[in-house]
């Protein structure tokens, strides 16, 4: 089922240079880049991506740490591209993410428990055509 996604470089995958990386992987598992931009995302921005978790301890944190530097914003669209996306990007937690998964390979923890896990993606069909109209209004989908 061809279907569509979001996948965002955060901060911390932008300061380290692997936005090329991370779009060889895309390319290479034959998955096709619709759209992509660099963006400096703001408050209103993030508030309406990360509703869900306005009420969580980490909030504020996640807030600082994705606007402290521009993301590269990407809608991908492929077979099971949603559950394929999130295969490559391993788990959330970059220590517990396999090798060979982009947060395996680059994520980091910081201390005080900050997690710097390089990349985003939806998880769900629902959640990918949310998160593709926030960050690109211009499409239509």
Known sequence: MTE?????????GVIQKKV??????IERKGYDIIDIKMVQADEA???AH???????PFFPGLMHYMMEHPVVAIVVEGDNV????????????????????IRGDFGRDWPGDEVRNVVHGSDSPESAQHEIKLW??????
């Open 50 to 56: 990360y509703a869900e978790l306005a009420d969580r």
């Open 4 to 12: 569509r996604t979001l996948a965002i470089v955060k901060p911390d």
């Open 45 to 47: 921005l993030l508030r």
């Open 136 to 141: 690109f209004p211009e499409l239509n989908n």
């Open 20 to 25: 090329g990386e991370i779009i060889r992987r």
């Open 82 to 101: 949603i559950k394929g996306w999130r295969t490559l990007m391993g788990l959330t937690n970059p220590t517990e993410a396999a090798p060979g998964t």
